[in-house]
Nanobody, 122 residues
Framework: QVQLVESGGGLVQAGGSLTLSCAAS????????MGWFRQAPGKEREFVAV????????NYADSVKGRFTISRDNAKNTVYLQMNNLKPEDTAVYYC???????????????WGQGTQVTVSS
């Protein structure tokens, strides 16, 4: 089992920045690809970013490319999502997830955090 706990969400004005953190415990963190997803009210959960086990590769949704950066510190069992130039359409609950493969598909992730709310005001 892997337990994931997100933090760092909040209310920010458009154009502002936030950094989300996701602390992992349980099985070896470095064995898992780590992803961030988000879900806005009335919408399906959508892929945001993913990082490989070895930090050698990342991938982003087109909507956040150039504004968001995913990173991880395997020594601290933590994955981060740096979000810059935030827009009102980024408002959502953000979830981190751990999976055995690198994927943009939520069903490929076996472990999820409880989510953290990000609200961007215009």
């Amino acid at each position: 089992q892997v337990q994931l706990v997100e933090s760092g969400g909040g209310l920010v004005q458009a154009g502002g920045s936030l950094t989300l953190s996701c602390a992992a415990s349980g099985r070896t963190f470095s064995n898992y690809a780590m992803g961030w997803f988000r879900q806005a009210p009335g919408k399906e959960r959508e892929f945001v970013a993913v990082i490989t086990r070895s930090i050698s590769s990342t991938n982003y949704a087109d909507s956040v490319k150039g504004r968001f950066t995913i990173s991880r510190d395997n020594a601290k069992n933590t994955v981060y999502l740096q979000m810059n130039n935030l827009k009102p359409e980024d408002t959502a609950v953000y979830y981190c997830a751990a999976g055995a493969i690198v994927s943009m598909t939520s069903s490929h992730y076996g472990y999820w955090g409880q989510g953290t709310q990000v609200t961007v005001s215009s």
